[in-house]
């Protein structure tokens, strides 16, 4: 299995323009997870679905933030507008299963700078 | 709120010591606690995962335990490599969710 696939690896814009993160998650797994990291926040979890449903986007920061997953092997993440402080490195992850044995795979993660 | 802290945030050691890695977390109804390695600009690598039902899991040179009624849980690398050096997270789960720890960075001397 190639694991989580996310493209692009990075991505540099400038502030107002729309981006586009995307994600394959690990075929079979049924929960994707968005995470975005940073040096002052670590590690935040910003939404995650099950069976392609969003479930918790309580992490969602702003509304300029949307995420979807239209089928069992993609995910988007879209911020529009972007703003630099939106900068961050944004990692995707799915599961197999919940629970106990809820092993969380990575992807490499996207490295986003706004301008 | 689950909070998880880990304490130190950097740790130096020679080659060939053993790793200690703290980890503690204030939700003791949780379901796991998984144990990540991060290298510098990369993803996180899972390296162990533990069940609120297990005390310890093996892997290797690694072994990681989990108490849950001090809300700890500790990292054990055995016989440091400079190879081992990379930010360890930890990270309690609930039911789907992870709540991670800052990381402890360690780099490992030659």
């Known amino acids: 299995d190639a694991g989580v696939i996310q493209s692009p690896r990075h991505e540099v814009t400038e502030m107002g323009q729309e981006v586009t993160l995307r994600c394959k998650p690990i075929s079979g797994h049924d929960y994707l997870f968005w995470y975005r990291q940073t040096m002052m926040r670590g590690l935040e979890l910003l939404i995650y679905f099950n069976n392609n449903v969003p479930i918790d986007d309580s992490g969602m920061p702003e509304d300029r933030f949307s995420a979807k997953m239209p089928n069992a092997s993609f995910s988007t993440l879209k911020i529009q507008p972007s703003e630099p402080r939106d900068s961050a490195v944004y990692f995707c992850a799915s599961s197999l299963l919940a629970g106990g044995y809820n092993e969380q795979f990575f992807g490499p993660g996207t490295r986003l700078t706004v301008l | 709120k689950q909070e998880v802290t880990q304490i130190p945030a950097a740790l130096s050691v020679p080659e060939g010591e053993n790793l200690v890695l703290n980890c503690s977390f204030t939700?003791?109804?949780?379901?796991?606690l998984q144990w990540f390695r991060q290298d510098p600009g990369k993803g996180l690598t899972s390296l162990l995962l533990?069940?609120?039902?297990?005390r310890e899991q093996t892997s290797g040179r690694l072994n990681a335990s989990l108490d849950k009624s001090s809300g700890r849980s500790t990292l054990y690398i055995a016989a440091s490599q400079p190879g081992d050096s990379a930010t360890y997270l930890c990270a309690e789960g609930n039911d789907y969710k992870l709540s991670f720890g800052a990381g402890t960075t360690v780099t490992v001397r030659a």
């Open positions: 533990i069940q609120s039902s297990q």
């Open positions: 939700d003791s109804a949780i379901y796991n």
